[in-house]
């Protein structure tokens, strides 16, 4: 079965830029959206963007708009986020998700299969 494999996390000051990239490890995303997800230490894993396989169209978290950006390669199988302008509440485990449905977006069970995780560490 496909894994999902994020890497790109580390630590960085706030104002600074991370790039996450996910791949598909074993198989193909086979995807109809792609999205990703961040947890922070004591909190609920929390919606962060999403974007469809097919057309690249994108969907957006209000706390990451306007910093954020998810994009993919359909030829690599592979979907980024990059961020920018990072803040230290952006601190987490970012995750990388499947999602083989267009009716729940943000939700954690609109999502069957799940990266490890990677993560990013926003220093002030």
């Known amino acids: 079965q496909v894994q999902l494999v994020e890497s790109g996390g580390g630590l960085v000051q706030a104002g600074g830029s991370l790039r996450l990239s996910c791949v598909a490890s074993?198989?193909?995303?086979?995807?109809?959206?792609m999205a990703w997800f961040r947890q922070a230490p004591g909190k609920e894993r929390e919606f962060a963007a999403r974007i469809a396989w097919s057309d690249g169209s994108t969907l957006y978290a209000d706390s990451v708009k306007g910093r954020f950006t998810i994009s993919r390669d359909n030829a690599k199988d592979t979907v980024y986020l990059q961020m920018d302008s990072l803040k230290p509440e952006d601190t987490a485990v970012y995750y990388c998700a499947r999602s083989r449905t267009a009716v729940v977006l943000t939700a954690v069970r609109g999502y069957d299969r799940w990266g490890l995780g990677t993560q990013v560490t926003v220093s002030s």
């Open positions: 074993g198989g193909t995303f086979n995807a109809y959206a």
